[in-house]
Nanobody, 122 residues
Framework: QVQLVESGGGLVQPGGSLRLSCAASRIIHEYYAIGWFRQAPGKGREGVAFISSADGSTIYADSVKGRFTFSRDNAKRMMYLQMNNLQPEDTAVYYC???????????????WGQGTQVTVSS
C-alpha cells in the first residue's frame, strides 16, 4: 500500500506559476511509474506527465510541454509538478498517481492522491 498526499493547488492569474507536491508514505522498491493527471469540468481525466522507474524518462502531454516540469526526490519520497505560464485551460483538479507492478507484469495497482484544485483566472 502507498498513501499519497497532495498540496500546492490554488488560485493564480494567467501567466502565473504554482508548484504541486505529492508525498508518498513509503519508499517504493518495486517496479513503478509515477504521474500527474488532471480533470477539468466536463472532461475526462487527462495524463499530464509520467516518469518510469525503469530508466527515469519523462513524458509530457503536448498541452503542457515547455511549461510544466515533473521532478521527484526519491530519498524524500516526494514528487513535484512545477507549472509555469499557467493558462485558463489548465484549470482542473490535479491528481498524483503511483502505479506499482506485482510479481507478474499483468498485475498492477494504482494509488491516487486526493486531488488538489488549480484555478487559473484573472
Amino acid at each position: 500500500q502507498v498513501q499519497l498526499v497532495e498540496s500546492g493547488g490554488g488560485l493564480v492569474q494567467p501567466g502565473g506559476s504554482l508548484r504541486l507536491s505529492c508525498a508518498a508514505s513509503r519508499i517504493i522498491h518495486e517496479y513503478y511509474a509515477i504521474g500527474w493527471f488532471r480533470q477539468a469540468p466536463g472532461k475526462g481525466r487527462e495524463g499530464v506527465a509520467f516518469i518510469s522507474s525503469a530508466d527515469g524518462s519523462t513524458i509530457y502531454a503536448d498541452s503542457v510541454k515547455g511549461r510544466f516540469t515533473f521532478s521527484r526526490d526519491n530519498a524524500k519520497r516526494m514528487m513535484y509538478l512545477q507549472m509555469n505560464n499557467l493558462q485558463p485551460e489548465d484549470t482542473a483538479v490535479y491528481y498524483c498517481n503511483v502505479r506499482i507492478w506485482g510479481a507478474y507484469e499483468a498485475v498492477r495497482n494504482d494509488y491516487w492522491g486526493q486531488g488538489t484544485q488549480v484555478t487559473v483566472s484573472s
